[in-house]
């Protein structure tokens, strides 16, 4: 990577995690998009959430859909389509729909032929237009972190729209794990018998930040979530 290159990657990285509200958010994803792949795609970045949670996502597509049939998934905060690439390289044949906060970044997402749908979407409300149990994997990387999504509501709407015995997939920031009530949340819905913790790990989130991230696996229960 270039020495302007790493510079601009950190500016919008420490621009991204500083921001007050999403029209912040909106603005310096809509001016990162044509660089960002290059930039946390490169070695020194070494940013793996993607393909990791891509893992994890396939891994359970075919325990959902064990005779093989295709997964609805969604990508929430899909950026430039990162999972959903992913997911395609290796030859399996799932519907994915992406949202965004950010036009230029779907614009990116579109031309990778990943995805069926993508719409523009803010993730600190209610998921517009997106029917109770429409999927059956919720993947979401790089969203929960500083400056940009909460626990409240996206962890509900995730399960609203994940079909019973659904799988939701997300990465946490470790840093706000607990300061930012991720722990907290995923204890209530547990409580609520919304959910069961499939796995909890901490993992290598970007290598070149020498960052980790909680790999959330929630299973939503028979008893489920609807509004």
Not at 104 to 110: F, K, P
Request: charge should be negative.
């Amino acid at each position: 990577m270039s020495t302007q290159i790493a510079a601009s990657n950190e500016l919008y990285l420490a621009q991204a995690r500083a921001c007050l509200n999403v029209e912040d958010c909106e603005s310096i994803y809509d001016k990162w998009a044509s660089t960002y792949n290059a930039e946390v795609g490169d070695s020194a970045q070494n940013y793996v959430a993607p393909t990791l949670v891509a893992h994890v996502a396939l891994h359970q597509a075919s325990k959902i859909n064990p005779s093989g049939k295709s997964s609805v998934i969604l990508d929430a905060g899909c950026g430039t389509g990162l999972v959903g690439q992913a997911i395609a390289v290796t030859g399996a044949k799932h519907l994915i729909d992406g949202l965004d906060i950010s036009p230029a970044m779907l614009d990116v997402a579109a031309k990778t032929g990943a995805y069926r749908s993508l719409a523009q979407a803010d993730l600190t409300r209610r998921i517009p237009d997106v029917l109770d149990e429409t999927y059956d994997i919720v993947t979401c990387v790089g969203t929960f972190t500083l400056g940009h999504v909460g626990p409240e509501p996206a962890l509900r709407e995730f399960i609203r729209i994940t079909r019973r015995k659904g799988i939701v997939v997300a990465t946490i920031l470790e840093q706000i794990w607990v300061s930012g009530r991720f722990k907290t949340e995923v204890e209530k819905l547990k409580e609520e018998k919304l959910v069961t913790v499939v796995s909890e790990e901490l993992i290598d989130y970007v290598k070149g930040h020498g960052d980790k991230a909680v790999l959330l696996v929630l299973e939503k229960t028979d008893r489920g979530l609807k509004q």
